[in-house]
């Protein structure tokens, strides 16, 4: 069983910063991909950032220059949000495509959300 746990979500003002963490546990034999997504009341879940294994990372254009997407130890990804927005609020959830077994693909898998608020 694979667990993404998220944390770091809370409520700043905005300009202000904040860092997700997601860690990724359970049998895992690789982690290709990891990424975060957010959900704003009333949209669509979009990707924010993502980065591949020994990949160069990818943003959304909403965030390039402000987010920042890096990874530790190949199971923890982290996202370092700075001059945050009032249109960043949203719930950020953590993603991964990971393989646990040799004999099957890999698998997409997602954290439970951390709930991000950018009061103005």
């Known amino acids: 069983q694979v667990q993404l746990v998220e944390s770091g979500g809370g409520l700043v003002q905005a300009g202000g910063s904040l860092r997700l963490s997601c860690a990724a546990s359970?049998?895992?034999?690789?982690?290709?991909?990891m990424a975060w997504y957010r959900q704003a009341p009333g949209k669509q879940r979009e990707l924010v950032a993502g980065?591949?294994?020994?990949?160069?990372p990818n943003y959304a254009d909403s965030v390039k220059g402000r987010f920042t997407i890096s990874k530790y130890a190949e199971n923890t990804v982290f996202l370092q949000m700075n001059s945050l927005r009032s249109e960043d609020t949203a719930v950020y959830y953590c993603?991964?495509?990971?393989?646990?077994?040799?004999?099957?693909?890999?698998?997409?898998?997602w954290g439970q959300g951390t709930q991000v608020t950018v009061s103005s």
């Open positions: 359970g049998i895992i034999i690789s982690i290709n991909d």
């Open positions: 980065i591949r294994s020994g990949g160069s």
């Open positions: 993603n991964a495509d990971i393989r646990t077994n040799w004999d099957r693909p890999s698998n997409i898998y």
